[in-house]
């Protein structure tokens, strides 16, 4: 079947959650006048409302949502129309008891917040799906509506009968056999063996989970993961192909968290028109964290994405929440559009009357009128984005790719020992955090990607290496790559069984070490690394105690019973290399390593100069749009390579005597012939 053109954005996105319905009537046309004062061109509506538009099973009341959408329609909005199914209405708890969550205590919910859908039940199932129906059948042929918004966040768990019966389900079409299954999840140990499919039950407190982030089987909880995401992710695909039913062209997507770990992205992605996500970083984030947010966001499909929510300037769910300084919200936008993003949204657009985000930010807020500071700073964005319709569409072209894998994230973060405090998503931006402060651009990539497009790939903390991965990686260093890995590699399989035959398992021989045992270090212990050139580094957590099969050692352990041991290796593989890194680095170290291997993978900086500012270009067919920001507290003096060059915010020609303050932003646009 031939497939129709998805329809593009005409223009940037930039408004948010939008919910007239809390509101008297007569706010709504306040809401108009101020949100035009802001050059505000989208709201995201509908995305708690199942209660109002359907009152009871019987009843649909669409009025009050017509007239919102008619409102928004004769303004010219681009509306972003959710589907309102990410929270339960009363009457269908009461009716359906099984519609609600059991949790990993296995206590049955009652009727309250949101997150309370069991994704298996189909009672849940055929109500979600007839919403989306109606509404797509309703509003479908609406040309203001640019984007269908489904669910709202998709996340947590669910270990009701229902979902125990399902998993089954999901593991009889995964395995076939009850052989397989055992030795998958090697039941053997513990005499755990089971006869029956029905002896299988999930993997929650009253089962192998030992607390919410441990289990005694790693095979059963990871394959829960698995199913979990893959439930949640039918969900999604049933009010997707309902909607799309109704209406052929227009995008549909539901907004991701980052780097949240519930849910496999990278499988979602395939089934999403566009990626969009919330953007919500602490006050203590570090950008590099953000930008590496962004870049996973845009990685998922290897295109632009959307900006679905921030706060113009606070959170109200985060134990401390800071407002956002002057600035500090124009430049986390423009970062978030530097990284790939087409939209801005915010949560919320009028800072709600009650409940538990009444202190969360808004455009409007409670005082009611916009003679606030941030409500100047959404206007002022507001302006300057209205003038950046260039961007739209444009890429983020890199040479780097790093690997992201829900299954590793899930699987390193199950294994009893060697250490507690290893976690998957601080090792990745403890790579991640090199290439950012260097101005170096990086996608993120799943194990599957093309490997061969990136001069260099990251793989720190490849615990799980799945079938075919070692080979296409292998394939991509004989080709002239270089990889990079690290301790806690090429240990498990896709089942968490141990790869026999020595340490890191598939990827020895590209490696070329033998990793014989690993050291677990406490808090208040450390060793140190010496580098051939005498110079020395602490090194914390772990550290792999290894043999050099063909690899060259570039420094070595200095205490301990493995002093002068290999700790960071270098192995010419084909006409490639691996640099494997077998201990946990200070940065300084990390440092050393990746300027040596950027170095023989040829890999450049944005720009030659060396700045404090993040520098992040896209790409057009006709111009490079060069994003200047600065995130740290001093000024900082404009990189001479675009001295003589206009800012396109400002309109300001860029002198040599120019600087940026904290959160100042330029950006800058290089045809493409005089690059
Ligand atoms: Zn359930």
């Given amino acids: 079947m031939e497939k129709k053109m998805k329809r593009k954005f005409t223009r940037i996105l930039y408004g948010g959650d939008y919910n007239p319905n809390q509101w008297p009537r007569e706010i709504w046309d306040e809401d108009m006048r101020i949100f035009k004062k802001a050059r505000i061109n989208s709201a995201s509506i509908n995305i708690f409302s199942w209660a109002k538009i359907q009152p009871s099973e019987e009843t649909y009341y669409f009025d009050e949502l017509d ?29 359906y008891p099984e519609v609600t969550r059991t949790d990993y205590y296995g206590r049955k919910h009652k009727f309250g917040k949101r997150h309370n859908a069991c994704p298996n039940s189909l009672v849940y199932q055929k109500h979600a799906k007839a919403l989306a129906e ?3 059948k309703r509003y479908g042929g609406n040309k203001y ?47 755990h063996t089971v006869y029956d499919w029905d002896e299988i039950v999930l993997p929650n407190a009253l089962g192998e989970g030992m607390g919410e982030n441990n289990t005694a089987f790693a095979g059963i909880s990871i394959d829960y993961r698995r199913f979990n995401s893959d439930s949640m992710l039918e969900n999604f695909k049933m009010e997707r192909d309902a909607v799309r039913k109704y209406d052929p062209d227009t995008l549909i997507t539901n907004n991701l968290m980052g780097t949240y770990k519930g849910l496999d992205y990278f499988k979602w992605a395939k089934e999403m028109d566009i990626v969009s996500w919330d953007n919500y970083p602490y006050y203590n984030t570090p950008w590099s964290m953000t930008a590496m947010c962004n870049d996973l966001m845009r990685g998922l499909k290897g295109q632009p994405f959307m900006l679905m929510e921030q706060t113009p300037s606070q959170q109200n769910w985060q134990p401390y929440n800071s407002l956002k300084r002057p600035g500090q919200m124009r430049a986390q936008s423009y970062q978030t559009i530097a990284h790939g993003s087409d939209t801005i949204q915010f949560f919320q657009l009028r800072r709600t009357v009650g409940a538990c985000e009444k202190f ?28 950046l319709d260039r961007i739209l569409g444009s890429n983020n072209p890199s040479k780097v790719g790093i690997i992201f894998d829900w299954d590793n994230y899930w699987a390193l973060e199950y294994t009893s020992g060697p250490h507690k405090d290893l976690t998957y998503v601080e090792q990745i931006h403890n790579c991640y955090r090199y290439f950012y402060h260097k101005n170096i651009p990086v996608d ?33 260093v004989k080709n002239g790559g270089t990889l990079v890995t690290s301790f806690m590699s090429g240990i498990v399989d896709e089942s968490d069984n141990v790869h026999l035959g020595g340490y890191p398992g598939p ?3 590209m490696a070329g070490v033998w990793v014989e045992e690993i050291d677990a270090l406490a808090p208040e212990q450390h060793n140190t690394v010496v580098f051939d050139d005498g110079s020395e580094y602490t090194c914390h957590m772990l550290c792999d105690l290894m043999h050099l099969e063909g690899a060259e050692s570039l420094a070595e352990y200095s205490s301990d019973f493995y002093a002068g041991m290999p700790a960071i290796t270098r192995n010419q593989y084909g006409r490639g290399r691996v640099f494997y890194i077998g201990t946990n680095l200070e940065e300084k170290a990390l440092d050393k390593v990746l300027d040596q291997v950027t170095a023989e993978a040829n890999v450049s900086p944005v720009i030659d100069e060396s700045t404090k500012l993040e520098i992040t ?8 749009m060069y994003f200047i920001i600065n995130f740290v507290e001093d000024e900082q003096p404009l990189p001479k390579f675009f001295v003589g060059r206009k800012d396109l915010l400002s309109g300001k020609e860029l002198d040599d005597s120019m600087t940026l303050k904290q959160y100042d932003v330029v950006m800058i646009s290089i045809p493409k012939q005089e690059n």
């Fill in 134 to 136: 109606e509404l797509a």
């Fill in 617 to 624: 270009y896209r790409e057009s067919d006709t111009e490079k």
């Fill in 67 to 95: 007239e919102i959408v008619e409102m928004l329609s004769k303004e010219k909005y681009d509306i972003v129309m959710a589907t309102s199914t990410a929270a339960l209405p009363a009457w269908m708890v009461k009716r």
């Fill in 145 to 191: 509506i640019t984007c269908w918004h489904i669910n709202n966040e998709y996340g947590g768990e669910c270990y009701c009968e229902n979902c125990e019966k399902a998993f089954r389900v999901w593991l009889r079409k995964k395995y076939k056999t009850l052989e397989a299954l055992n030795k998958a999840w090697n039941l053997e140990f513990w005499g």
């Fill in 507 to 509: 990827l020895r021989s």
């Fill in 360 to 387: 969360h930010g808004a455009v409007i807020a409670h005082v009611g009128h916009e003679n606030t500071r941030v409500f100047r700073e959404v206007a002022q964005l507001g302006k300057e984005l209205e003038q």
């Fill in 444 to 476: 993120m990539i799943p194990t599957d990607g093309d490997f061969g497009k990136y001069d260099l790939v990251m793989a720190p903390v490849l615990y799980m290496v799945k079938e075919g991965v070692a080979e296409a990686l292998e394939d991509y």
